[in-house]
């Protein structure tokens, strides 16, 4: 029995000696582990920082390539006002039967009446465009076209009118047509436009009276 009691005794030394030597290792492995949380923390948080302060930059970098121009924009509205009030006018006058739209044409116009018929194509100059198709429609009327606008936009250079034209025959029918004409306007002037009108109706009056 004493020899036993040594020898349990003897275990219970070695057991505690071992206690502080596994609690070492054990504080070893946790430090260490800390650490490389700690470091890999670091390195995402460094990773963080480095991608929050490329973003703003690169931000800036677009914005300073695609700078806004507020000046520009008041530049293009006064534009764009004037040609309104330019087109708005030439078209009372002609109400009025003091002018005519065709007044704003430069010399060079390019003037396009889409769709098929008598008069749709082309024309390379103003003084072709009264020839070949005001001038011939103007015969064929007793009364002038009288045009009544519904409305007219401005964006850019590009002014458009929506407008109802109405006139009385030759032979003493009416003619009555929807226009739009979209004007590309430069220094007060049309230099290009296109005519969207009902070519059937137009090509009719055409075709049923002649000029005199």
Do not use: C
């Not at 009025?96 to 008598?118: E, H, K, M, Q, R």
Request: aromatic share 8%; no cysteine; glycine share 6%.
């Amino acid at each position: 029995m004493r020899y036993l009691s040594q020898i349990f005794t003897g275990a219970g030394l070695i057991g505690l000696l071992a206690i502080p030597v596994m609690m070492q290792a054990h504080a070893k492995a946790a430090i260490q582990s800390n650490a490389t949380a700690f470091e890999s923390s670091n390195y995402s948080t460094a990773l963080n920082q480095q991608s929050s302060l490329v973003q703003p930059s690169a931000i800036a970098d677009l914005s300073q390539a695609t700078p806004s121009n507020p000046a520009d924009a008041q530049a293009t509205q006064t534009i764009e006002q004037r040609n309104k009030v330019t087109v708005q006018q030439s078209f009372d006058q002609w109400r009025n039967g003091t002018g005519s739209a065709f007044d704003l044409l430069a010399p060079d116009v390019t003037w396009t009446i889409t769709g098929t018929g008598a008069t749709a194509g082309t024309y390379r100059s103003r003084q072709a465009l009264l020839d070949q198709v005001v001038s011939p429609t103007s015969a064929r009327l007793s009364t002038p076209i009288v045009p009544t606008v519904r409305g007219i936009w401005a964006d850019g250079d590009m002014v458009i009118v929506l407008w109802d034209g109405e006139a009385t025959a030759r032979d003493g029918r009416a003619y009555r047509n929807t226009y739009t004409w979209y004007f590309r306007m430069k220094d007060d002037q049309v230099i290009e436009a296109i005519a969207f009108l009902d070519m059937s109706k137009f090509t009719e009056l055409w075709t049923r009276v002649s000029p005199s």
